[in-house]
């Protein structure tokens, strides 16, 4: 085949610009001519034209020479030979281990970037986005968290009428010194561990074990308004929404574009993630006033966090595990108390309910 003899015309070319696809031919002359028709779309000089990686029985090509994504597909066994016979750099093994160089490196970069970005980045923007996520919308993350505390608990609620009644009761009138406005849910699981924590919108939710040992209502009452100091400051759909910022750009990391796993791995995650140590600070903060409001004390929520620092074995989801205890936190609680002038929290007849309230369910006391 002789200079500006045509070869087949089972090729395909993308011109690296647009999108579009072009069927043309190729004449072979003192470079590859690239034709559709009488019009020539590019000449690559052979010693630019490398090599790609295509489909089952297509010949994939680039020029050094073209925009970065250019390329011919190419079918014709017999244009395949002659570009073979005329490449003679096509299978530059130096080139492809560059270029594989550098899509490694570039990954690096992009992994490193993601990670950098979801340790430091998404937790300094979830303090600014959650106040300007509107109230039902934290309601429906709730929602979505609750659904997964279940699948971590099974069903396991302690329901008990007389219970629950009691304990909605100290929770109403903690919410209502707190000047707690928004909706309200108390659910008490069974567990072996001692923890409580909230959830986005408004649900609390306390473990059996923590009931167990409390000592007396004032202890169990300031772990309660603890909880409901982190509902005040939406501290829950700040840790969802940081949480779940990590856990998407993971996911992308990982390959799930759909970041469909975030969710689920954010609602298990709040049982257990800690806060930061000012919302810990604040949240105990806003249980002192609670208390002093109602003229209890607020020194029994530190001695019973104490009482449970000195246990071992607590487990996984720990009360102090997932509220870091500082000595900074158990000074202040100390410092600003106020004598007790108050009445009770609950009476003795409403604290042996909430006491009582998880018998039969598996084997609670």
Known sequence: M??????????????????ARHEVALRFSQALEIRRGEAMLAAWPYPSIRRMDGGPG???????AAPELAR????????????????PLLDDQQLRRRDLTRIVLWSLAAACSI?????????????????????SLEARLGEAAA????VVFGDKVCNSAEGHAALNDLAVKLAGAGGLKAPLTVTVLHSKTPNAFALPGGSVYVLSALIDKAADPDELGGVLAHELGHVAHRDGLRLMI??????????????????????????????????TREAEANADAFAATVLHRLGRSSAPLGTFLVRLTGQQNLGALSLLQSHPLSQERLEALKRDDVAETGLPLVDSASWRAIKA?????????
């Open 115 to 135: 990670v950098l970005l979801a340790i430091f980045g998404v937790p300094l923007l979830a303090n600014r986005i959650a106040p300007l996520v509107p109230p």
């Open 242 to 275: 940081s949480n779940g910022g990590t856990a998407f750009l993971f996911s992308l990391l990982m390959g799930d574009v759909t970041g469909a796993g975030a969710v689920i791995f954010t609602s298990r995650t709040l049982v257990t993630s800690a806060n």
């Open 58 to 64: 297509v010949m994939r090509l680039k020029s050094l």
């Open 2 to 19: 002789g200079p500006g003899e045509p070869a087949a015309e089972d090729v395909r070319y993308f011109d690296g610009e647009s999108s």
């Open 357 to 365: 309230m998880c018998a039969g369910v598996d084997g609670g006391s």
């Open 72 to 87: 011919l597909d190419i079918r014709d066994e017999t244009t395949k030979a002659l570009l073979e016979a005329r490449g």
């Open 147 to 150: 659904k997964e505390v279940a």
